[in-house]
């Protein structure tokens, strides 16, 4: 399938994790990670793939400027254009050296 | 005196690079190589795998972008371009294989890139009415879509219908 790609590296609003510790049944202690309300900016690198008609592909790449990918994003430009938010955080793409 | 002061500003609002991509297309990104060997290396695959034509981009000073004709399935093009690799002993491009093998699709990008421009045709050698006549078609659909990012409120009525005619008529043809 023919599709585009769009991809880089980005500042980007996301959760801060925590880590907590629960000692189970068995007397394993567990970790888990939980999103807290707390958010960090960070830099990170993602790439969605793109695939639809013109019309879909361009307010796709529209909205792609603002929200940044969720690591690897492969969606139907149609989809991502009624709820980028769903596929992305939003943030700004900053230029520094990517391979493609 | 700092940037202020001599009335320069620093350069904002930097845009994402956007790349063309898919699994039947024969693509080399051969980076550090002088054009003649591109040129032999590109056409000596073409006749050891019977490619019918290509075209060569280049993407940069000493950098660039082969585009072969013929369709071939995911798992050929992957050895053909593995077959490039080892004779050329090309490291860069051992490496781009390897990252479009974990991405299942390869891409070339059609798009400037920080400082560089977006990649230029230079040479085209045998048929090119398959493969080399959609990469161009998608080319100039990326190439409007880069425009479009810059400002989307300031668009062309060609750029739009230039998506309509290309992005549909290529989407037809692949579904």
């Known amino acids: 399938m023919k599709s585009i790609a769009v991809y880089g590296s980005y500042l980007a609003r996301i959760p801060v994790k925590q880590r907590y510790w629960v000692k189970r049944a068995d007397g394993v202690i567990q970790r888990y990670w939980k999103h807290t309300k707390r958010m960090k900016v960070a830099e990170m690198s993602g790439r969605y793939e793109f695939w639809g008609k013109g019309k879909d592909l361009y307010q796709a790449v529209v909205k792609a400027h603002k929200y940044m990918p969720k690591r690897f994003v492969n969606v139907s430009a149609e989809k991502f254009a009624e709820h980028p938010e769903q596929y992305g955080y939003q943030g700004k793409w900053i230029e520094k050296e990517v391979e493609s | 005196m700092g940037i202020r002061g001599n009335g320069l500003r620093k350069k904002s609002n930097p845009k994402p690079i956007l790349g063309y991509t898919d699994t039947e297309t024969v693509k080399l990104d051969l980076d550090n190589m002088p054009f003649k060997w591109v040129k032999y290396w590109s056409v000596k695959t073409l006749k050891q795998f019977r490619l019918r034509g290509l075209i060569i ?119």
């Open chain 2, 57 to 175: 981009l280049k993407s940069s000073a000493s950098s660039y972008h082969v585009v072969f004709d013929r369709p071939v399935p995911w798992s050929k093009n992957v050895g053909i371009v593995a077959w490039v690799c080892l004779v050329t002993k090309h490291r860069r491009l051992t490496e781009w294989l390897v990252m479009q093998l974990i991405k299942k699709g390869s891409t070339l990008r059609v798009s400037s890139k920080k400082d560089k421009s977006p990649p230029r045709l230079i040479y085209r050698y045998g048929e090119q009415e398959q493969q080399v006549k959609d990469f161009l078609q998608f080319r100039k659909l990326g190439k409007a879509l880069a425009r479009a990012e810059i400002d989307p409120s300031n668009r062309k009525q060609k750029d739009i219908s230039d998506f309509k005619h290309t992005g549909c008529s290529l989407m037809s043809r692949v579904r």
